[in-house]
């Protein structure tokens, strides 16, 4: 056989594949009323029905377990038990919630925690000293500053002040820079999140097209360079054809790039929180920016139902999905409910709509978010086994 007709089989027989992994786990992790329904993937056929939904709160279980079994051994072996530094500024709310979820799961593994509490108007200077002082101390394996940080603080030289090796956010420039050289190194823990659950629950992405609809360095970037990278490198990827729209892109120019995708990964993540008028259907052709400076507008002209936006509401509505495809939401939303007049949590997808389309979907709350924190557990214990430095 020729080596072009080897290639030609070799390539047809993975963009064929189906992960064992996936039928097996596609009950496992289906939220409640799912777990019965038989695996489908990209190629299904028959009467359609809702989307398989991905929990990724049971999903994160059972890592929490597979790294509270990883904790235990490690310090049977006469090590120290991990321990994850926290550096929190201010008092923002969505914050200290944030760092109580990781403080409460980091707990429920067996790894050590702390929380290092600073005013606001701490310097930068301070912070970097801070920084300096955990990354000379043996006792702590891990550290993260939680974001956003303040406007006088330069968020780049803060999270590059923390060694590489205990940066379990992965934000440093060198863990980075190995991610996108399809090395080894702690990986930002939302776009390992992503990717886990793509693994996890067999999605292929092995020849695909797939969106990732935001290119964030801390989110967008990385989640595009772990789907698109060669799957046999040293820290492998997924092989996929990647498509990243970001805020310039038009939103009809979106929707023909996403009618095409097999796999739609939404992380528009913004960090200044917003304003949501009551629809955003009336802003198709207008690119993401634009929608998010129309959101900005008086709150009084636009008619606003949004405290707090860390992407764009039903920024990926079901006209946009083609029948089949896989929809993993990374978006974060707090909206105001009319139905209970109170505020409800969403994700920058369509929900209700768009799983009536898929083949996957991950709900907000209970998708990414717990797999992040999951995933962040996990960074800390590799960070004090010290696998990747």
């Not at 990827?237 to 790039?257: C, F, M, S």
């Not at 860390?310 to 896989?326: C, N, Q, R, Y």
């Not at 799983?355 to 214990?381: D, E, H, R």
Request: positive net charge; contains cysteine.
């Amino acid at each position: 056989m020729t080596v072009s007709a080897r290639a030609f089989w070799l390539l047809r027989g993975r963009l064929g594949r189906v992960s064992a992994l996936g039928r097996s786990a596609a009950s496992l992790l289906a939220a409640p009323g799912t777990a019965g329904r038989a695996f489908r993937g990209f190629r299904s056929s028959g009467l359609r029905h809702d989307a398989i939904i991905i929990s990724g709160t049971e999903m994160a279980k059972q890592i929490q377990k597979e790294i509270q079994r990883g904790v235990e051994s490690w310090i049977s072996l006469g090590n120290g038990r991990p321990h994850l530094s926290i550096i929190l500024v201010g008092d923002n709310p969505a914050s200290h919630t944030y760092v109580r979820k990781k403080i409460k799961a980091a707990a429920a593994v067996g790894i050590c925690s702390e929380i290092i509490l600073k005013p606001k108007d701490v310097s930068q200077e301070e912070l970097l000293d801070i920084t300096n002082q955990l990354n000379m101390d043996p006792r702590v394996s891990g550290i993260l500053v939680q974001l956003p940080l303040p406007d006088h603080v330069d968020e780049r030289t803060v999270c590059n002040g923390i060694a590489p090796e205990k940066d379990v956010d992965g934000f440093h420039i060198i863990n980075i820079g190995r991610l996108c050289l399809d090395q080894h190194s702690l990986i930002p823990a939302t776009a390992s999140a992503v990717w886990e659950i793509i693994k996890r629950t067999g999605i292929e992405t092995f020849g695909k097209n797939v969106v990732v609809a935001g290119r964030s360095k801390n989110a967008g970037m990385p989640i595009a360079m772990l789907l698109h990278t060669d799957g046999e490198h040293e820290r492998p990827g997924g092989d996929a054809t990647v498509t990243i729209a970001h805020r310039y892109t038009p939103k009809e120019q979106l929707k023909i790039h996403t009618l095409l995708a097999d796999v739609i990964v939404v992380a528009a993540v913004v960090f200044t929180p917003l304003t949501l008028s009551r629809s955003l259907f009336h802003l198709h052709n207008l690119p993401m920016l634009f929608i998010v400076r129309e959101i900005q507008k008086d709150a009084a002209q636009v008619g606003v139902h949004l405290e707090k936006c860390f992407g764009i509401p039903k920024l990926i509505t079901s006209d946009m999905v083609k029948e089949g495809a896989a929809v993993i939401d990374v978006g974060i939303n707090y909206v105001h409910d009319p139905m209970t007049g109170k505020t409800k949590l969403v994700g920058d997808v369509d929900f209700e709509a768009v799983k009536k389309k898929a083949s996957f979907i991950t709900p907000v709350p209970g998708g990414v978010g717990p797999m992040t924190v999951a995933m962040l557990l996990k960074n800390t214990l590799l960070a004090a086994k010290k696998i990747i430095y």
